[in-house]
C-alpha cells in the first residue's frame, strides 16, 4: 500500500446550541444520517457514502465551535509509532479508550499550537448506511438534502500556523500542497495526508482553538447548484456562493449551520501527488486564491468563525 | 389586531422594519440595502445570523424580544443582565432601540474592517 499512515479526516466534533436543528440541518439539509446517540446526548452522523461509522459528531454546549478533529491512520500499531513521534516533538499525547465515542477504537490526542485538539485513531466499525460492495450500485439508500458524500476537511483558524505546518508535515508525513502569503509570514496553509487538494488547513488569527467552516465533498457542480438551491429553500445562513476557490480550484458555498458553524459543500479541486511543488500565492492575489471568481474577500472571511 | 411587525431604531443611525418572524439583524441588512441605515460609520457587522461567531453584538436600550440561544463565548450572564445581545438571534416583540456594539479600526493597510469591541473566547 502507497498510502499509509495517517489516511484521512476521520471526524469532527462540533458543538451546537441547539440540537433538534441542527439534526434537521445536518441529517435533513446536508444529507447525513443519523447513526446513533450517545448515552450524553451527542448524536453520531455519516454519509451514506461514507464506510466508517461516523464522521461527523454534534454536542450540545453553549458556545457554537469545534472540540476535535480526527484522523484515520492506516493500522493500529501506527499510533504508537505517531504517539513517540509526536511526544519526541515535544507535545503531550494523552489517550482516549476504545468506544469513548462508538464504534471507534482507541484514539491518542494532542493541542496543536494554534489552540486546536487533534487526534488519531485506527479502528472503525462500519455502520449503515454505507456504500456497496458487490456489484456495487452507485447508492443503496437514495442520497436526499444536499447528497453530501463526505466529510471532506476544516479550515482552521488560530496562531502560529507555520508551527502546524511543520508539525504536520515533520510529524504527522503530511504534504503542504498551497500556502497563502510571503514565506516565514504565512496567512494560511493548505495540508493534505493522500491525493486531496487538502485535508485539514490553516489560517492565521489572533484567538486560538478557532472553527472557521467544515466542508463537505459532493460529486459535481450540478450538485453545488442543487445544494443552492436547497439554501435558498430553506433560508439558511448564506456566507457566499456558489463560486469557485483558486485555492483547491475547488467549487464551493460557504454557509451556516443554526448554531452558526460555517460549513462548505464542495466539489473539484486538484488531483495531488507528494512530488508535486508547492502553490503559492501572494498577498496581493489573495481575493483570487480564496474566492476566484469574485477575485475579493468578503468582510465575513476573515472574521467571522466559531 | 396584533402587531405583525415592528420599528427598530438603531442609536444614531436609523430605522429598519421588522417582521415578528424576522431576525432583527436580516432586518437591519434589509434596511441597509435599501439606504435607510445611511450614517451607519461601518458596513454592518453581519457574520453567522445564527448565534454562533458573536459578530452582531448590540445593547438594547428599550423594547420586548424573543430570544434564540446564543454563544455564551459572545454574550456572557453578565452581558445578558446589562442587555446585550446578538441582534441575529432575538425576534421583536415590540418597537426596539438598539445600539451597535461594532466598531471600524484601520488595519495596517488601511483596509477597513470590523471587528468587536472586545475579542473574547
Ligand atoms: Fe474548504
Avoid at chain 1, 469532527?12 to 444520517?33: E, F, K, N, W
Avoid at chain 1, 454536542?59 to 509509532?81: C, E, N, Q, Y
Avoid at chain 1, 457542480?221 to 438551491?229: K, L, P, S
Wanted: glycine share 8%.
Amino acid at each position: 500500500m502507497a498510502h499509509t499512515g495517517v489516511l484521512r479526516p476521520g471526524f469532527i466534533q462540533l458543538r451546537v446550541l441547539d440540537m433538534p436543528s441542527a439534526i434537521t440541518h445536518y441529517v435533513d439539509r446536508i444529507g447525513l444520517h443519523q447513526v446513533s446517540e450517545g448515552p450524553d446526548g451527542r448524536i453520531y452522523l455519516k454519509s451514506a457514502d461514507e464506510f466508517d461509522h461516523h464522521s461527523v459528531v454534534l454536542r450540545r454546549a453553549d458556545s457554537a465551535g469545534m472540540d476535535v478533529m480526527a484522523f484515520k491512520v492506516a493500522k493500529d500499531s501506527d499510533l504508537d509509532r505517531f504517539e513517540k513521534r509526536i511526544t519526541d516533538y515535544g507535545y503531550v499525547v494523552d489517550h482516549i479508550p476504545p468506544e469513548e465515542q462508538p464504534g471507534i477504537g482507541r484514539r491518542i490526542g494532542f493541542m496543536l499550537e494554534s489552540g486546536h485538539r487533534i487526534e488519531l485513531f485506527a479502528h472503525a466499525e462500519q455502520s449503515d448506511p454505507k456504500p456497496l460492495t458487490l456489484n456495487p450500485d452507485v447508492w443503496d439508500y437514495e442520497p436526499h438534502g444536499m447528497r453530501a458524500r463526505r466529510f471532506d476537511h476544516a479550515l482552521l483558524y488560530g496562531p502560529n500556523v507555520e508551527k502546524n505546518l511543520d508539525f504536520f508535515c515533520n510529524v504527522l508525513d503530511f504534504s503542504c500542497t498551497e500556502t497563502v502569503g510571503p514565506t516565514g509570514n504565512l496567512i494560511a496553509v493548505f495540508l493534505s495526508a493522500g491525493m486531496k487538494a487538502h485535508d485539514i488547513a490553516f489560517a492565521n488569527y489572533p484567538s486560538p482553538g478557532k472553527l472557521h467552516h467544515i466542508s463537505f465533498e459532493l460529486e459535481n457542480w450540478n450538485d453545488v447548484g442543487h445544494a443552492a438551491d436547497i439554501i435558498a429553500r430553506y433560508d439558511i445562513s448564506i456566507d457566499i456562493g456558489p463560486t469557485r476557490h483558486g485555492i483547491t480550484r475547488g467549487q464551493t458555498i460557504y454557509f451556516f449551520d443554526p448554531s452558526g458553524n460555517r460549513n462548505e459543500v464542495f466539489a473539484g479541486g486538484f488531483t495531488f501527488y507528494p512530488d508535486h511543488p508547492i502553490r503559492t500565492w501572494d498577498e496581493g492575489h489573495v481575493g483570487k486564491a480564496i474566492f476566484y471568481y469574485e477575485r475579493v474577500l468578503n468582510d465575513a472571511f476573515l472574521s467571522v468563525v466559531t | 389586531m396584533t402587531a405583525t411587525h415592528f420599528r427598530i431604531y438603531v442609536k444614531d443611525v436609523g430605522a429598519a422594519d421588522c417582521n415578528i418572524d424576522e431576525r432583527v439583524l436580516v432586518a437591519l441588512e434589509r434596511a441597509q440595502g435599501l439606504g435607510q441605515l445611511n450614517p451607519l460609520p461601518c458596513k454592518l457587522p453581519v457574520g453567522c445570523r445564527r448565534g454562533g461567531c458573536g459578530i452582531c453584538k448590540a445593547k438594547i436600550v428599550t423594547g420586548e424580544f424573543l430570544r434564540t440561544p446564543m454563544s455564551r463565548s459572545h454574550i456572557s450572564v453578565d452581558d445578558e443582565q446589562a442587555g446585550f445581545v446578538l441582534s441575529c438571534s432575538i425576534y421583536p416583540r415590540s418597537d426596539l432601540l438598539l445600539k451597535l456594539e461594532c466598531s471600524t479600526k484601520t488595519g495596517t493597510k488601511g483596509k477597513k474592517v470590523i471587528s468587536n469591541e472586545e475579542e473574547n473566547q
